[in-house]
């Protein structure tokens, strides 16, 4: 199944952590550039973090040092680790992968997102 699916959204208080997983199948895990993106309300649709196949990873300027972005391979998951969570980071978090197949061929995959609200 070509798709990708979030989880571990929920409510968490300012200064608490949460952990999103993204599951999907072994070929975007084998060969695809993955990345998390964010979506807060009345914004436009924002990169917090990405890994490429390879394993190199970076991230937004603001947001580097609370999250940690990661694969398995093995487990066909991406992860993405949020500490020190502010109100500011609520949003639609959404996994994505890109996958080359071939020169000439370029795919995008988007998961249907999972939400994260930090509030008191």
């Known amino acids: 199944q070509e798709q990708l699916v979030e989880s571990g959204g929920g409510l968490v208080q300012p200064g608490g952590s949460l952990r999103l997983s993204c599951a999907g199948s072994?070929?975007?895990?084998?060969?695809?550039?993955m990345a998390w993106y964010r979506q807060a309300p009345g914004k436009e649709r924002e990169l917090v973090a990405r890994v490429d196949s390879g394993g190199i990873t970076n991230y937004a300027g603001s947001l580097k040092g609370r999250f940690t972005i990661s694969r398995d391979n093995a487990k066909n998951t991406l992860y993405l680790q949020m500490n020190s969570l502010k109100p500011e980071d609520t949003g639609v978090y959404y996994c994505?992968?890109?996958?080359?197949?071939?020169?000439?061929?370029?795919?995008?995959?988007w998961g249907r997102g999972t939400l994260v609200t930090v509030s008191s």
């Open positions: 994505y992968a890109h996958v080359r197949p071939s020169i000439e061929g370029s795919l995008e995959y």
């Open positions: 072994r070929r975007i895990f084998r060969i695809g550039d």
